[in-house]
């Protein structure tokens, strides 16, 4: 079952992607904003969706609750959550990048 989705916090980014991800996701209607420390290390990513944007859960893998986050728009991206710390991450089919 799909639900809509407004604002998610991801606390885990890959760094390598981080450009990518972010021109990906402002392309797709996103907006973007950075937390950091007062010496600039990124601390979080907070994602506010435009209208339209659903998720589903998947079945859970590896200590992760899993789910897929698409876009009104033709584009997809995955959100998993740390079953025991709780922590968010993102990723992006490199199809799609």
């Not at 639900?3 to 885990?12: F, H, N, S, V, Y």
Request: hydrophobic share 35%.
């Amino acid at each position: 079952m799909k639900e809509p989705i407004r604002e998610l916090e991801i606390q885990q980014l890959t760094g390598e992607f981080y450009d990518l991800f972010r021109k990906y996701l402002e392309k797709h209607g996103c907006i973007w904003t950075d937390r950091r420390d007062q010496w600039g290390y990124l601390l979080s990513v907070h994602l506010a969706f435009p209208p339209g944007t659903v998720y589903r859960e998947m079945p859970p893998a590896d200590h992760y609750r899993r789910y897929q986050i698409t876009f009104q728009m033709d584009g997809v991206m995955y959100w998993r959550v740390h079953e025991m710390t709780g922590l968010n991450s993102m990723s992006i089919p490199y199809v799609y990048l």
